[in-house]
Nanobody
Framework: VQLVESGGGLVQPGGSLRLSCAAS????????LRWFRQAPGKERELVAGISSTGGSTNYVDSVKGRFTISRDNAKNTMYLQMNSLKPEDTAVYYC?????????WGQGTQVTVSS
């Protein structure tokens, strides 16, 4: 089982990034997928989630209207489009796959929003 995030980096406030999470080794299309983030000194926070079919999504209030979660079950990949980034979005972003007590994590990708 592997979840590999990519797309993080340094961006100026107001900028955009697109994170990807490539999965392998499990039945991707059956799983609920989520993005979490953890800033230094803070607890890991759920940012967004998407149902197995992609028909339902949810977001933490602080990112609503700025972030969009999506998935491509044919490519076993999940995405997080992040627009209008703010310094408070700075964190390590993790992808997570969950289904029937199976819970998998990626290694994380750093997102830094700074001028």
């Amino acid at each position: 089982v592997q979840l590999v995030e990519s797309g993080g980096g340094l961006v100026q406030p107001g900028g955009s990034l697109r994170l990807s999470c490539a999965a392998s080794g499990f039945s991707f299309s059956s799983f609920l997928l989520r993005w979490f983030r953890q800033a230094p000194g803070k607890e890991r926070e759920l940012v967004a989630g998407i149902s197995s079919t992609g028909g339902s999504t949810n977001y933490v209030d602080s990112v609503k209207g700025r972030f969009t979660i999506s998935r491509d079950n044919a490519k076993n990949t999940m995405y997080l489009q992040m627009n209008s980034l703010k310094p408070e979005d700075t964190a390590v972003y993790y992808c997570n796959a969950y289904w029937r007590q199976q819970n998998y994590w990626g290694q994380g990708t750093q997102v830094t929003v700074s001028s």
